[in-house]
């Protein structure tokens, strides 16, 4: 397996985690976002949206990041981590969902301005983080992981960008259950570190 990935991506890293998490063999193939590389007919070819990460199992190829996690899940019998229940399997995608969408337009696009100089309100942004931001706080706080009584794709999914929500000048010290949530991410075995000076900031 190949996966192209870019280290600064929140979406790419989720990829990556599980990857590492399940002791999976796969090449990491950065990707040049700075120099076009992602528009390019290459890459194109694999993904039309022109975004990281995307997975190359053989003649398989998914792009996108939650795709790609539910791919591997699938792909190696992890039913712990997604469930083949209905119930159980949809819990993990409510939580995939809050992945590309509050968290997107939260924490990630918070961070998005202060990393890349992305042109959105700040404001309404780290509004947005905080608002997420409490509510998954609040599941948390009778539960050790987000959607079941174990690590699951829905961990995976949400833990980058909260993780480095303070380089987008979001708060993590209000939230002690999501701190101690990814604590618990952070000390599973094979876990990568999503390299951002985010850990440190949530230390300090």
Known sequence: MKLFHMALSGHAHRARLFLSLMGADCEIVEVD???????????????????????????????DSNAILVYLAKKLGRTDW????????A?????LSVAAGPIAFGPAAARMITLFGARFDTAEVIA???QILGRIEAELADRAWIA?????????????????APEGNVDLAPY????????RIEALPGFVAFPTTAAGLRAA
Do not use: M
């Not at 997604?82 to 399997?89: F, Q, S, T, V």
């Open 91 to 95: 819990r993990v995608q409510r939580w």
């Open 176 to 183: 002690a259950e999501i701190r101690a949530w990814l604590g």
């Open 82 to 89: 997604l469930p083949e229940d209905a119930y159980g399997a």
């Open 148 to 164: 079941a009584d174990h690590p699951t794709i829905a961990d995976v999914a949400l833990y980058s960008y909260v993780a480095a």
């Open 33 to 63: 976002l700075a120099a076009g590389v992602h528009k390019t007919p290459d890459f194109l070819a694999l993904n039309p949206f022109g975004q990281v990460p995307v997975l190359v199992d053989g003649d398989v190829v998914v792009p």
């Open 128 to 130: 947005r983080a905080h």
